[in-house]
Nanobody, 124 residues
């Protein structure tokens, strides 16, 4: 069965960068919209970004202000989230999710497959 696996999280100081990856072993991701979400401690899960099957991207958090970018790595069959200039408020578990459509949505209930999450901790 299809499963999503996130990787690339870690603990960094403010201003650091990470590259988070979403993979689906045995499956291809390029036919579907893939979203990245995050859930900070004690808070609800929020949408971060999404990429359509055609490669169009959508950012959902204004405060990110260009620090994050989502892309498809076709050679490795992954969807990556590059997170730069990290701030303490970016601390969260980051999840990728697959929507069985070609276009993006911000609502988690419209995504059918989820990974286990990868933890990002930003602290001094």
């Amino acid at each position: 069965q299809l499963r999503l696996v996130e990787s690339g999280g870690g603990e960094v100081q403010p201003g650091g960068s990470l590259r988070l990856s979403c993979a689906a072993p045995g499956f291809t991701l390029d036919d579907y919209a893939i979203g990245w979400f995050r859930q900070a401690p004690g808070k609800a899960r929020d949408p971060v970004a999404c990429i359509t099957s055609d490669g169009f991207t959508m950012n959902f958090v204004d405060s990110i202000n260009g620090r994050f970018s989502i892309s498809r790595n076709m050679d490795e069959n992954t969807v990556d989230l590059q997170v730069n200039d990290l701030k303490p408020e970016d601390t969260a578990v980051y999840y990728c999710a697959l929507r069985p459509r070609m276009i993006c949505t911000r609502y988690g209930e419209n995504y059918d497959y989820w990974g286990q999450g990868t933890q990002v901790i930003v602290s001094s």
